[in-house]
């Protein structure tokens, strides 16, 4: 910006609104997404500067977007609505966040935890003496042997636990 121009902000507190409708025809023409920040700006000083010159504002939204006093007031209404309910979308959605954050970091947990390929490998094994390829005595004798053949697992309970629950669900014929 060369010395002596004016910013945005000067242009709006000093009425300039016609220059500034025609610079964001331009921009929107040649697909300035910045427009976006400067008319929203716009809006936010057109509100402050309501409280002071209503009649002044009301012309210059009337210019840049067609709006009529009384659809200004339902814009502001509307506005005002949406102001208030932003701060409960924004709970909503660092909730979300948080939850997704969880449930990623627990599949991930579970994914990287050795017992859970030791218990694949002994339901493998429990396979495998259903089938009649290894022969155990009993129950207990398989889960200790299942113990002693895998390094993070020390439960003999836990074992005949999931036997039992394997039994279930695929009984003998």
Not at 3 to 21: A, C, P, Q, Y
Not at 34 to 41: F, K, M, R, S, Y
Not at 87 to 103: D, G, H, L, M, N
Request: hydrophobic share 35%; aromatic share 6%; net charge negative.
């Amino acid at each position: 910006m060369s010395e002596g121009e004016k910013t945005f902000m000067d242009r709006v507190v000093s009425g300039e609104f016609d220059e500034l409708i025609d610079d964001a025809k331009k921009k929107l023409i040649g697909e300035d997404y910045d427009l976006l920040l400067e008319v929203a700006a716009l809006l936010i000083v057109q509100k402050k500067i309501a409280e002071q010159n209503d009649e002044l504002c009301a012309k210059a939204i009337e210019k840049l977007f067609g709006i009529t006093d009384e659809n200004l007031s339902k814009a502001r209404k509307s506005f005002d609505d949406l102001a208030s309910s932003i701060p409960e979308i924004v709970r909503e959605a660092r909730a979300r966040q948080r939850e997704e954050t969880a449930k990623s970091g627990a599949a991930a947990k579970l994914a990287n935890d050795p017992r859970r390929a030791e218990k694949q490998f002994i339901r493998d094994c429990w396979q495998d003496w259903r089938d009649g390829k290894t022969e155990y005595k009993s129950k207990a004798a398989f889960a200790r042997d299942m113990i002693q053949k895998c390094e993070h697992l020390t439960s003999i309970k836990k074992v005949e636990d999931w036997c039992r629950e394997w039994e279930k669900e695929h009984p003998l014929s």
